[in-house]
């Protein structure tokens, strides 16, 4: 209200909204910080997308809650250098969907992004500044990662129980993903396409279709101590 102060002082209702609940497009220095779209989305859950965030540029996302939806925190268009952390968005189809455009030096740490029946991460496309201290436990797939170079993926994510894929490199290039223990059934621990430079090292992939797989028109990566 006119006057008020601190952080989330907007009342959207609870279980009523139907559409997106905050969509921001066109800034920078935004900071959206403590929202819990699951308790204002109208049910069924399982088919709304809350966030929109679109063109936006050094702004932190943090604190926000998206459980159980279709599409927890989608960016469109190129987003870059902005700062995504300690959000929980577990449970969702997609947990945070960068669905092209270029997004280029974001920040991606200690998100809760497990039991994702879709992709728990999709960054697409660009090269992050650190993906970190996310956990990815239960989802289906947890990390694509497109058109990434020179980039280091953090070792402290935790992967575990994928059915799916847990790490997919597409049309990157010198990407290092080192010291993750991507366990789980079935599908791929690690998958490579399309990439050429990179190193793949000290992973464990226990209980995979295909522990680490390189396929398409990959050259002079390196895989060791797996």
């Known amino acids: 209200a006119p006057g008020s102060g601190g952080p989330n002082e907007n009342v959207f209702g609870t279980g009523t909204i139907s559409g997106r609940q905050i969509q921001v497009e066109s800034s920078n220095g935004l900071n959206v910080s403590g929202f819990n779209f699951s308790s204002q989305a109208l049910a ?3 088919s709304r997308s809350p966030f929109l965030v679109s063109n936006c540029g050094t702004s932190t996302f943090n604190n926000n809650i998206a459980t159980g939806v279709n599409i927890a ?16 968005f577990s449970g969702s189809a997609y947990g945070i969907y960068m669905n092209g455009g270029s997004n280029n030096g974001n920040t991606v740490n200690n998100n809760n992004l497990s039991n994702c029946t879709n992709w728990a991460l999709t960054y697409n496309l660009g090269t992050p500044a650190s993906i970190n201290t996310n956990t990815f436990t239960g989802s289906v797939n947890a990390l694509y990662l497109r058109g990434a170079s020179t980039f280091t993926l953090g070792s402290s994510n935790v992967f575990k129980n994928q059915t799916g894929t847990s790490i997919y490199l597409e049309s990157c ?37 295909f522990g680490i797989r390189i396929q398409g028109s990959s050259n002079a990566n390196t895989i060791s101590n797996g």
């Open 73 to 88: 925190m989608e960016m469109s268009s190129n987003n870059a250098t902005n700062t995504i952390t300690a959000n929980n």
């Open 44 to 46: 069924p859950l399982t």
């Open 173 to 209: 290039s010198a990407v290092n993903v080192s010291n993750n223990a991507v366990n789980g059934t079935g599908g791929h621990g690690i998958l490579v396409n399309q990439s050429n430079n990179c190193v793949i090292d000290g992973n464990t992939t226990c209980g995979r279709t």
